[in-house]
Nanobody, 119 residues
């Protein structure tokens, strides 16, 4: 079994910052890509950012220059530093990881953490 646990969400004013963390645990050989998604009320889940095991990252246009994804492979943890937050960044944020186990590679998801940007 593999578990992903997110933390770091909360309420922040526009222009503020938050740092999300997502730690994977369980029967893990290694982790390929790790990603952050978000889902706002009434909208589809969208990819926010992703990072490969080698550190190559990609971002949604809406967050480029404001958000930074990083990972600590030794800790099986991915981070999302969010700066200059806007009200439209309000959503539940989910992490996912492509985990290699003895039985093969599967994608696992965290339970989500709420980010609310409001004055």
């Amino acid at each position: 079994q593999v578990q992903l646990v997110e933390s770091g969400g909360g309420l922040v004013q526009p222009g503020g910052s938050l740092r999300l963390s997502c730690a994977a645990s369980g029967s893990i050989l290694n982790i390929n890509a790790m990603r952050w998604y978000r889902q706002a009320p009434g909208k589809q889940r969208e990819l926010v950012a992703g990072v490969t095991s080698g550190g190559t990252s990609n971002y949604a246009d809406s967050v480029k220059g404001r958000f930074t994804i990083s990972r600590d492979n030794a800790k099986n943890t991915v981070y999302l530093q969010m700066n200059s937050l806007k009200s439209e960044d309000t959503a539940v944020y989910y992490c996912s990881a492509d985990v290699r186990r003895l039985i093969g590679v599967s994608t696992y998801w965290g339970q989500g953490t709420q980010v609310t940007v409001s004055s």
